[in-house]
């Protein structure tokens, strides 16, 4: 078994995109990283919603209308973004879009006074 993990093109990892639908795949976690592919039918959006932990979105295919807190984005292929925990943010596909989520996983202190790690 290899030490990483190789893949040669996340977007194709997705099926064919059934119309007015959102498809979901995780395509890898660990103790560090969960990766989450997402697949937008043109038209379909995820409303306002928070995380717990920082987020890493990569929008890997087409155009979407991103909010992130009070500003409101356009996002196309190669657009990068980071997102601190508890951030409001929401996505609108204004054309079909494949984006990868990465949450990242923060480890909590066991004594307030220790740094994280």
Same mark, same amino acid.
Request: hydrophobic share 45%; aromatic share 6%.
């Given at each position: 078994?290899?030490p990483?993990?190789y893949?040669?093109?996340?977007?194709?990892?997705?099926?064919d995109?059934?119309?007015?639908?959102?498809?979901?795949?995780?395509?890898?976690?660990? /103790?560090?990283?969960?990766?989450v592919?997402?697949?937008?039918?043109?038209g379909? /959006?995820?409303?306002?919603?928070?995380?717990?932990?920082?987020?890493?979105?990569?929008?890997?295919?087409? /155009?979407?209308?991103?909010?992130?807190?009070?500003?409101?984005? /356009?996002?196309?292929?190669?657009?990068?973004?980071?997102?601190?925990?508890?951030?409001?943010?929401?996505i609108?596909?204004?054309?079909p879009?494949?984006?990868?989520?990465?949450?990242?996983?923060?480890?909590?202190?066991?004594n307030?006074?220790?740094?994280?790690?």
């Amino acid at each position: 078994m290899n030490p990483y993990t190789y893949i040669a093109n996340v977007s194709e990892l997705l099926p064919d995109m059934p119309a007015d639908s959102i498809i979901s795949r995780t395509i890898y976690t660990d /103790e560090h990283v969960k990766a989450v592919l997402f697949g937008f039918a043109a038209g379909q /959006e995820l409303s306002e919603h928070t995380a717990s932990q920082p987020a890493i979105l990569h929008v890997l295919q087409g /155009e979407a209308n991103l909010t992130l807190g009070d500003d409101s984005l /356009e996002a196309r292929a190669g657009a990068w973004i980071h997102m601190p925990p508890l951030l409001r943010h929401s996505i609108y596909a204004k054309t079909p879009v494949v984006m990868l989520l990465l949450l990242i996983k923060t480890a909590i202190p066991q004594n307030p006074d220790d740094p994280p790690g």
